[in-house]
């Protein structure tokens, strides 16, 4: 929603953009928010770069996102916190109406399905089928260990590939693409260990994960191609 960095978004080399109208976004500016999407999306697409909206799991905002999202320059909806299948047999229909609405081609605008807690992890494979929209399925790695309460350091970090791994098998077999990390990000300003990561994740299987700042864009790039 910083105007600023969306219209450096389009020179970042990146293959897609996600706006996070998520946990970008404080309290009480999400209406100031969605009132810049349109042009947002505009703005971040100007390079060639897919857009992705990424938009809030809750029902008093979930209805307002998508409304200020679904338009023509949307390329996909990045969704949190994907928990049960009827959960997103719903956000088709929502995306469906909007489509229809404002003369899109229905099916144009898919979905990356974000596992984010334990539920949506055992839901997985029934979440990935609910919808031909879904293209991709990711592991939210931070907002997962958080919910395990699994805390992260030398001693516990062989365990974390597991989940991603799951997901992986998921995802083929349902024919979706399997993104995202083995693990949490390094610190932002560690690129060589960022590469790292990013490498052990391309050894692993998964493809086209996203980074938080700028700088990791080339790492992926140079890691991990598009799928």
């Known amino acids: 929603h910083r105007r600023r960095l969306v219209e450096k978004a389009c020179t970042r080399t990146a293959d897609a953009v ?3 109208h998520e946990d970008s976004v404080p309290g009480g500016e999400h209406r100031a928010a969605r009132d810049s999407l349109a042009e947002g999306i505009g703005l971040a697409g100007k ?17 307002g996102d998508l409304e200020s999202a679904v338009r023509p320059g949307l390329g996909a909806i ?12 719903e956000l088709d229909a929502a995306i469906t109406r909007l489509e229809e609405a404002r003369g ?10 974000v596992i984010e807690t334990p539920r949506g992890y055992l839901n997985a494979g029934a979440i990935v089928s609910a919808s031909e929209r879904i293209d991709s399925v990711t592991l939210g790695n931070e907002d997962f260990c958080a919910a395990i309460n699994l805390v992260l350091d030398a001693d516990t970090h062989a365990a974390m590939p597991g989940p991603p791994m799951h997901l992986l ?10 993104m995202g990390l083995t693990g949490p990000m390094t610190g932002l300003r560690d690129e060589g260990g960022f590469e790292r990561l990013a490498r052990l994740s391309r050894n692993h299987g998964l493809l086209a994960p996203s980074c938080l700042h700028p700088r990791n864009v080339a790492a992926l790039n140079h ?3 598009p799928p």
């Open 223 to 225: 890691c991990l191609p």
């Open 104 to 113: 899109m081609a229905r099916g144009s605008v898919t979905v990356n399905a």
């Open 18 to 20: 996600v706006l996070d």
């Open 169 to 178: 098998l998921v995802a083929r077999a349902y024919g979706k693409i399997p």
């Open 47 to 63: 390079g060639g770069s897919e857009v992705i909206v990424r938009v809030n799991n809750e029902p008093e905002l979930l209805a």
């Open 78 to 89: 990045y969704m949190p916190k994907c928990e049960t299948a009827e959960d997103m047999r």
